[in-house]
């Protein structure tokens, strides 16, 4: 099986802590032990990641060196896509004895300039803050801010992904049973000009729908968008909560879910098992077993209706 991969923010670093070099590795070689699970069972593996924090880190960064010359967006997530493909590329070598290649490649993802995102930014990125403290930093950087959970961080544009111009070089690599690492942060927006060339633009691609568009140029077998929660839940957070094991492709875009985390996560399941793919999310340990049916929830064409497990504890 072709399987692609999203690994979720909290594979490279957990809410809250330190954005450090060390805990990133630190948390990406438990996502390698995973990953490594599934490319030793024989399938093609294509991995693809977030850079929300990384990328909110530099610009943060080079705000403060010289605030009249701020590197844009597509630059930084150039940056993170190389600094956090590099660990992933390393610890994935490491955790299969170097038995398989792995390789990084920076990812160009063509958006639309007349995309309404532009004119509405919705996509976190950073560290997160007190809302007072956030407002300061808003004021003086001219940021666009929105509330995520109990704290406040920077939004920024994140245009709908139109076209990966990148995809022969990743078919290429694939055709060589190359393990891919590509899309980083979504991918690096670029606008294609009238003459055909290409040019970056300031904005953060959702890495999910991304992965999506990119399984499904790809004819994957298999998404997996891979976080820190074990599965998708019908009223989660309450008494009466209870894991959704599998959906059809309607029933899962009929889910109303918070827009700031599991929503685009199943938007792109969803638009991807419609066109015949398996997707599946839940926690990056159990990537293996969501494959299997024995774990996360799964959205494809063949299950028979919604089933329902409550959660034990």
């Not at 004021?139 to 406040?152: E, F, L, V």
């Not at 957070?237 to 199943?266: C, E, H, V, W």
Request: hydrophobic share 45%.
């Amino acid at each position: 099986m072709l399987i692609v991969a999203a690994l979720g923010g909290n594979a490279l670093l957990k809410r809250g802590e330190p954005l450090t070099a060390q805990n990133q590795r630190a948390n990406v070689v438990v996502a390698a032990k995973a990953l490594a699970k599934i490319a030793r069972a024989g399938h093609q593996l294509v991995i693809t990641h977030g850079n929300g924090p990384q990328i909110g880190l530099l610009a943060l960064k080079g705000a403060a060196y010289d605030p009249a010359q701020v590197y844009p967006l597509d630059l930084l997530g150039a940056k993170t896509d190389g600094m956090i493909g590099y660990i992933i590329e390393q610890e994935l070598e490491n955790a299969l004895d170097h038995e398989r290649a792995v390789a990084t490649l920076l990812t160009q993802i063509v958006v639309d300039v007349e995309d309404p995102a532009f004119q509405n930014p919705t996509k976190f990125i950073g560290p997160v803050y007190d809302r007072d403290e956030a407002e300061t930093l808003s004021r003086a950087a001219g940021w666009s801010i929105a509330q995520d959970g109990d704290k406040w961080r920077r939004v920024v544009p994140s245009p709908a992904p139109q076209e990966i111009p990148d995809m022969r070089v990743i078919k290429l690599l694939l055709d060589q049973d190359v393990i891919v690492i590509c899309g980083g942060g979504g991918g690096i927006p670029v606008l294609r000009r009238p003459d055909g060339s290409l040019i970056g633009i300031e904005a953060v691609i959702d890495k999910d729908a991304a992965s999506g568009l990119l399984a499904k140029e790809l004819g994957a077998d298999a998404l997996l968008l891979l976080t820190d929660v074990d599965a998708v839940y019908r009223d989660f957070g309450t008494p009466d909560q209870a894991r959704i094991a599998s959906l059809l492709p309607d029933q899962a875009f009929a889910l109303d879910l918070p827009a700031g985390s599991m929503g685009p996560k199943m938007a792109a399941a969803a638009l991807f098992a419609a066109y015949g793919g398996l997707a599946g999310i839940g926690r990056l340990d159990q990537a293996a077993e969501i494959l299997d049916g024995q774990a996360g929830t799964r959205i494809s064409l063949e299950t028979r209706g919604q089933t329902q497990e409550r959660k034990n504890g």
